[in-house]
T-cell receptor, first 115, second 114 residues
């Protein structure tokens, strides 16, 4: 099956610093990728849609200037959490649809802890 | 507005039993209904998915039942095993703006006891 990777898998940072998370589709190209946030024992909440070659589309309530998304190529999207604060601590997961199918493949997630 | 409602929140089943998780949706434009399995600290993995033109789909021990008129769908796990213990999410999507955006249910934490 299709594989999506994320890096890093876990990151701990100090409050006020910025953290970059990478999402890669390993065996297929993805013009669109999605970024989710998941708090403990809760569901996945869509944050934004990353579009290759154009600006990301953010869901209502998600701060564009805080969560910077760059879809650098057909296999790479990055999420940068700027000026991170403890409340940004969460599990961040990306996904990518393969080709023109409905199936979305999820990455393994990145655990962000802001001290 | 919660577009996909999932129940129960948690479920305990004995080994060999049947696990049943239910979901209901509101948006009639939804046309793709996947189920995902998630283990702690991992990303969700696609289990099985269905479209509204069929009422049932089976893959191994996993079956989706779909009721279009009632706007409900369910996941049945036959012969449940301790290794099935995980959180299960239903989701729904429709093709809009060039892609499918998944809306997830709240999740069901399944524990299968030996």
């Amino acid at each position: 099956g299709a594989v999506v990777s994320q890096h890093p898998s876990r990151v701990i940072c100090k409050s006020g610093t910025s953290v970059k998370i990478e999402c890669r589709s390993l065996d297929f190209q993805a013009t669109t990728m999605f970024w989710y946030r998941q708090f403990p024992k809760q569901s996945l909440m869509l944050m934004a849609t990353s579009n290759e070659g154009s600006k990301a589309t953010y869901e209502q309530g998600v701060e564009k200037d805080k969560f910077l998304i760059n879809h650098a190529s057909l296999t790479l999207s990055t999420l940068t959490v700027t000026s991170a604060h403890p409340e940004d601590s969460s599990f961040y997961i990306c996904s990518a649809p393969r080709g023109d199918t409905d199936t979305q493949y999820f990455g393994p997630g990145t655990r962000l802890t802001v001290l | 507005q919660q577009q996909v409602k999932q129940s129960p929140q948690s479920l305990i089943v004995q080994k060999g039993g049947i696990s049943i998780i239910n979901c209901a949706y509101e948006n009639t434009a939804f046309d793709y209904f996947p189920w995902y399995q998630q283990f702690p600290g991992k990303g969700p993995a696609l289990l099985i998915a269905i479209r509204p033109d069929v009422s049932e789909k089976k893959e191994g021990r996993f079956t989706i039942s779909f009721n279009k008129s009632a706007k409900q769908f369910s996941l049945h796990i036959m012969d449940s095993q301790p290794g099935d213990s995980a959180t299960y999410f239903c989701a729904a999507s429709s093709f809009s703006g060039g892609y499918n955006k998944l809306i997830f249910g709240a999740g069901t934490r399944l524990a299968v006891h030996p």
